[in-house]
Nanobody, 124 residues
Framework: QVQLVESGGGLVQAGGSLRLSCAASGRTFSSYTMGWFRQAPGREREFVALINWSGRYTYYKDSVKGRFTISRDNAKNTVYLQMNSLKPDDTAVYYC?????????????????WGQGTQVTVSS
């Protein structure tokens, strides 16, 4: 079993920055693909970014490319999402997820472990 705990959310003005963290339990974290997803009120959960087990491959939703950066520190069992130039449309609950089969996929159903989510609110 893997437990994921997100932190770092909050209220920020448009143009500002936040850094989300996701701390994972378990010794096999370093072999998992990790992803960030988000869900705004009244909308479906959507993919934001992923990083493969080694950190050498990342992939982003088009609308966050150049603004968000995903990274991981396997020694600390933590994955990060640095969010810059935030926009009101980025407002959502952000979830960290882990794929124990280490696939590289943006499909939420492929991820078998999820955190509880952290709220990000961007004011205009």
């Amino acid at each position: 079993q893997v437990q994921l705990v997100e932190s770092g959310g909050g209220l920020v003005q448009a143009g500002g920055s936040l850094r989300l963290s996701c701390a994972a339990s378990g010794r096999t974290f370093s072999s998992y693909t990790m992803g960030w997803f988000r869900q705004a009120p009244g909308r479906e959960r959507e993919f934001v970014a992923l990083i493969n087990w080694s950190g050498r491959y990342t992939y982003y939703k088009d609308s966050v490319k150049g603004r968000f950066t995903i990274s991981r520190d396997n020694a600390k069992n933590t994955v990060y999402l640095q969010m810059n130039s935030l926009k009101p449309d980025d407002t959502a609950v952000y979830y960290c997820a882990a794929d124990s089969r280490a696939r590289v996929t943006i499909t939420a159903s492929a991820y078998d472990y999820w955190g509880q989510g952290t709220q990000v609110t961007v004011s205009s």
